[in-house]
């Protein structure tokens, strides 16, 4: 097929378009403490807090594969009463503001919330203001990516690989690590990997959540934050940090998304 | 592959939302409860007409919500929007060009740093504010002064050291030798108020006035004038305002009479 010459009318706001994305990115830039960048990055609060990203992001994806993927292969794979319910909450909080999830998790796993308390009274875990309410709040805002593609993964997936598997005698579980995860691996990693910078860049949940310590909930978001007030540069090499990962994330999906 | 259509469309949404949501808050005046905090002037005030943007530190949200509704009926043709956030917040904004007409900080460090990026007129000081612990209603833990504080069985928050009411709270705890881990720095004295009245933390730091607005949400300790920080209020116009002659009038409403009424029913001291 010959490309079409694009008519103005769709060129210009396509190039506004294009506008709109890039020149925060070059704002963000060009202001770049390029000679002191060195010294920042080593600096104590960078390492801190992105030591505590990493651990907390990591942690949420963690949890969003080992709860995630079997709620993804149950969408998929089974049907019970209530599954099209079930699939639209789980798309919840991709929808809903995120400090309105930190709000609700407050009021369910806080101190005084039912949740909350019947842990702390079972436990003696609290979650609000700690480094699990933060991951938590990370999970609850990220898993819904990872369970949406490795849905669709499973659903792309020819059931008869799996058929095979049972008539040469491999149970339900066998199947499942043997045959299902292997073929669905690269959803799996491609949801995995959303999954992580969406919690990388957590900022309203957990803030609400789990509140703003420098070392135990002052992720990178809220660390940008808090030293835009104080001290611009430093926000500056945070925010170019994430953007370098937000970069790589993209890089390791350009199969996936890139391709067209 | 392709790519899922519905997960880049839902992608899409939820990023956008989230970007939304960190906006910054600028609520509207709610406070129907404070009609007794100072009497509406009937004299109708010179000047004040056409719309205004109040930048307020997040302490005085009781008080100017109440200046709010004295000038609806005192200066009609006003049309006032106050932005409530931590000093901090509001400085690095009005840099940023946020349209404020005028800025209310809590502290003159704040305040300074407008002035000497010549971004505000002559600051004048219009309140003073001090501090005081607040605990959850009836104080179950036992919390009678600031020693208390350094307690582990208490969880204790403190503002953020960038905010007015953390750096005042930090001087204090200095002041009296107590060494104190909070579990998180929130960055406005609403959101420490927050996490007692919510029953997350079992005590914090703010304002009197802080106390006094939560009502019976919580339980205010006194600390002792030895041991106490006294804060100070400055307003100033900002030098970009379209609008300076209301802007004036409004921050000369403030120093005066009625601002004064006002800002002390809700438990501020004179300047």
Known sequence: MRRARPPVGLLIPAVLALALIVVPLIGLVQRAPWSSLGDQLSSHAVRQALGLSLRCSLSAVGLSLVLGVPLAWMLARTSFPGRRLVRALVLVPMVLPPVVGGVALLYAFGRRGFAGHLLERLTGITLAFTTNGAILAETFVAMPFLIIVVEAGLRQVDVRYEEAAATLGAGPWRRFWRVTIPLVFPSLAAGAALAWARALGEFGATITFAGNLPGKTQTMPLAVYVALETSPDLAIVMSLILLAISLVVLAGLRDRWLGA | ?271
């Open chain 2, 1 to 271: 592959m392709k790519p899922p259509v519905r997960t880049l469309a839902a992608l899409a949404v939820a990023l956008g939302l989230a970007t939304a949501a960190c906006g910054s808050s600028s609520k509207p005046a709610s406070s129907g409860t404070s009609t007794s905090a100072a009497a509406p002037t009937t004299t109708v005030s010179p000047g004040l007409t056409g719309s205004l943007t109040i930048f307020a530190a997040a302490s005085l949200t009781a008080a100017f919500d109440d200046i709010k509704a004295n000038l609806k009926t005192s200066a009609p043709g006003l049309s006032l929007t106050n932005n409530y956030a931590g000093s901090q917040a509001l400085v690095q904004q009005i840099e940023n060009g946020a349209p404020a007409d005028v800025f209310a900080s809590a502290d003159t460090a704040n305040m300074n740093k407008l002035v000497s990026s010549s971004m505000v007129d002559p600051p004048q000081n219009f309140a003073h504010n001090a501090l005081e612990i607040a605990v959850a209603p009836g104080n179950p833990k036992g919390v009678h002064g600031l020693s208390d504080l350094s307690r582990s069985d208490l969880k204790v928050v403190l503002c953020d050291a960038s905010v007015p009411a953390g750096k005042y709270a930090r001087q204090a705890l200095s002041m009296a030798g107590v060494t104190v881990h909070p579990v998180s720095n929130p960055l406005d004295v609403k959101a420490a108020l927050m996490t007692v009245t919510s029953g997350e933390a079992d005590a914090t730091i703010v304002y009197v006035t802080d106390v006094m607005a939560a009502g019976r949400g919580v339980t205010g300790v006194p600390i002792p004038a030895n041991q106490n920080v006294i804060a100070t209020y400055p307003i100033a116009v900002v030098k970009s305002t379209k609008n300076p002659q209301a802007a004036q009038a409004y921050v000369s409403y403030v120093v005066s009479g009625p601002g004064q009424k006002a800002l002390q029913a809700r438990g501020f001291m004179a300047p």
